[in-house]
């Protein structure tokens, strides 16, 4: 085998229509582009969406709301998980690492800690937001909640 007798596998090819090349190939003439109009002329693009003079579909579907694009989304850990993780793996002070580090959260994450559960052990949370009732329950057991 070398490259003079190289061929595509069967049935991996079309034949393609030769267009333009007069009218005894049964494509010359117009060139299959039929007349006039804006797809028969050269350049022609047709525009993402375009459904051929027909109400696009991202025009006919209704939108609504809105989206806020200095929206800041944080991640929620309860302060059940926070007695768990004191419980299990004698952890007394949590920051965004140790989450990061247990599995909770990942690095980008801002972190909220939300009141969900009981909270027995005295614990210095560091994070980027508190609800009242988790700050209420950490500093009430004596620990300290710390705002980043």
Known sequence: MDLSNLKPAKGSTKSKKRIGRGEGSGHGGTATKGHKGAQSRSGYKRKIGFEGGQMPLYRRVPKFGFKNINRKEYHGI??????????????TSFDPQVFVENGLASKKDLIKILGMGKLTASVEVTAHAFSKSATEAIESKGGKATKI
């Open 78 to 91: 309860n302060i059940e998980v926070l007695q768990k993780l004191a419980d299990e793996k004698k952890i």
